[in-house]
């Protein structure tokens, strides 16, 4: 079998969505613990949680990419692909990108899905 770009680019796509995906996690639960006071106490009830879904996806998605940056474990290549995609729509929704108005929202999911076709289409490169 012919080894291709195909997995080794959604690996590492993968990769860089759950580095991201875990530093803007810690951000927010950092950014919640600490910093939301007085009349804005509601947030922490958004935010930690949201939090929490972020960091663990940032970890799936990052051991997904290792899997798939090495050829193995194809199924959990797979669903660290997956997982990417709900913590990139969740990064999308932050207050700092107005969902909707800004076309970074759209091209970063569209990078999740790139990394879900990229790691079905080498499927057969897997061991």
Known sequence: MNKTWMPIAAG???IIIGIASIASGLFFIILAIFFI?????????????GA???VIAGILTLNGGMYAFQRKKWRSALTGAIVACPA???LA????IEYGDNPASFLILLWG???IVLTVLSRKEFN
Request: proline share 7%; no cysteine.
């Open 88 to 90: 990139l729509a969740l």
């Open 113 to 115: 899905v790139a990394a």
């Open 93 to 96: 929704l932050i207050p700092f």
């Open 12 to 14: 590492v796509m993968d």
């Open 37 to 49: 006071v007085g009349e804005m106490q509601y947030l922490r009830i958004i935010y930690i949680p």
């Open 52 to 54: 929490i879904f972020v």
